[in-house]
């Protein structure tokens, strides 16, 4: 069978603040992103023609949606230090089968991790 990748984004919204920073740094204080994530899974191409349903992915990132969508991210484990490369690794790290993860706090800035 022949292997494809295949992605779907995600939206979120946050508050964080970033406490490794220093002192002075913008971004030490409170503030809030719409967040974008991107997740890419590769594989072999199925019967149905599919490498996994579009669904089937929905449903493997909501939990995890749901612990990050409205909610203070410094608060939810794993993610105290909170920025674009430590929460596409969270990501990466709870969904077994991506290969990529990309995170973007804005139009213009984002993270990349994977595997
Ligand atoms: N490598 C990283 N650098 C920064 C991160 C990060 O996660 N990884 N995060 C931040 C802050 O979260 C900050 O809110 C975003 O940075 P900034 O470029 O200042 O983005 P803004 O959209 O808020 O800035 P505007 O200039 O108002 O568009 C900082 N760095
Ligand atoms: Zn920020």
Request: net charge negative.
């Amino acid at each position: 069978m022949p292997i494809a990748t295949i992605g779907r984004t995600f939206r979120f919204e946050s508050a964080h603040f970033l406490p490794k920073v220093p002192d002075g740094h913008r971004c030490k204080n409170l503030h809030g992103h719409n967040y974008r994530v991107e997740i890419e899974v590769r594989g072999e191409v199925d019967a149905r023609g599919f490498v996994k349903d579009f669904g089937e992915l929905d449903g493997d990132i909501a939990p995890l949606l749901a612990k990050v969508d409205h909610k203070l991210l410094n608060e939810v484990p794993g993610l105290e230090n909170p920025t674009a490369e430590i929460i596409a690794r969270w990501f990466l790290d709870q969904i077994p089968d991506a290969a990529r993860v990309k995170v973007w706090e804005n139009d213009d800035c984002w993270a990349e991790v994977s595997r």
